[in-house]
């Protein structure tokens, strides 16, 4: 298993919980507070893209090494 594949693993399960959290702010009426953990949803977001990008990087460099 790539290593760029691992990296992605933490900040997606995070971003899971933080969208829960998010849910349940929403259900107690708490929109402030939902509004400010979205922050963190949207900050786990980029992250994961960023490294969904190193991966694509990663995969794409190796199809393209010489003997492949």
């Not at 691992?6 to 849910?23: D, S």
């Not at 953990?37 to 960023?50: G, H, K, Q, W």
């Not at 694509?56 to 492949?68: F, N």
Request: proline share 3%.
């Amino acid at each position: 298993e790539r290593a760029e594949f691992r990296a992605i693993e933490n900040p997606h399960e995070r971003i899971h919980a933080a969208i829960r959290q998010v849910v349940e702010l929403r259900e107690k009426g708490d929109r402030q507070a939902a509004e400010a953990a979205f922050v963190t949803v949207e900050a786990l977001s980029a992250e994961i893209v960023e490294r969904l990008d190193t991966l694509a990087s990663a995969l794409k460099q190796s199809a393209e090494a010489p003997g492949r």
